[in-house]
């Protein structure tokens, strides 16, 4: 198994408006659950520290090989969601490791 992990920090530095966009990033990551093949789970959780240099949410998601985790990748459901976090994204960090 394939365990796939990003964390993401936001552009917005206004707290309401940064919080507003984090909901919404989830929410539209989340909308990928049961719509893709390879894609086993999927876990979003928001970041609830209060240091300035911790990312705003995180991704977990799980997939059988690495051919499962290229294929939900390249699906369009998951690259419109890509294209939104292009918006609101100043960072990300990556890590994909076998379970």
Do not use: W
């Not at 705003?56 to 690495?66: A, F, M, W, Y």
């Amino acid at each position: 198994m394939i365990v796939h992990n990003i964390a993401f920090k936001l552009k917005e530095t206004d707290p309401k408006l940064k919080a507003d966009q984090a909901a919404e990033f989830k929410r539209r990551i989340e909308s990928l659950e049961g719509k893709i093949p390879g894609l086993q789970s999927l876990k979003v959780a928001l970041d609830v520290g209060k240091i300035d240099d911790h990312f705003d949410l995180v991704l977990i998601s799980t997939h059988e090989s690495l051919e499962d985790l290229e294929s939900y990748q390249a699906d369009p459901l998951h690259a419109a969601v890509i294209e939104y976090g292009k918006t609101i994204v100043s960072a990300r960090a990556c890590v994909d490791y076998e379970a």
